[in-house]
């Protein structure tokens, strides 16, 4: 339900673009976290926008990251600034859905996304 794009190889300092997507028209992201997992790590929260827009960042990204809804696009985003080595990891983007006709309300996880930060 949710899919993740965006990902990919980056040199430390260099910036990545997020972005997860629910398929489906009558589909929509009302509020939803990025995680991550790296190699031997447990998945841990990065950021998260409630439905009523509070943001929460992980202290490791505080300043780096944003996440942001776009309702235009239905999306889920997450930029990625002065990335470091220690960043890499599988992203997952966590998401409530609604369905709008029914009302009904789903959490759904996308598939993830490698993330690596290397020279």
């Known amino acids: 339900q949710l899919v993740e794009s965006g990902g990919g190889l980056v040199q430390p300092g260099g910036s990545l673009r997020l972005s997860c997507a629910v398929s489906?028209?009558?589909?929509?992201?009302?509020?939803g976290a990025w995680y991550r997992q790296a190699p031997g790590k447990q998945r841990e929260l990065v950021a998260a926008?409630?439905?009523?827009?509070?943001?929460h960042y992980a202290d490791s990204v505080k300043g780096r990251f944003i996440i942001s809804r776009d309702n235009a696009k239905n999306t889920l985003d997450l930029q990625v600034n002065s990335l470091m080595p220690e960043d890499t990891a599988v992203y997952y983007c966590?998401?409530?859905?609604?369905?709008?006709?029914?009302?009904?309300?789903?959490?759904?996880w996308g598939q993830g996304i490698q993330v690596t930060v290397s020279s």
């Open positions: 966590n998401g409530d859905v609604l369905n709008v006709p029914s009302q009904r309300i789903h959490s759904y």
């Open positions: 489906g028209s009558i589909f929509s992201i009302i509020d």
């Open positions: 926008v409630s439905r009523g827009g509070s943001i």
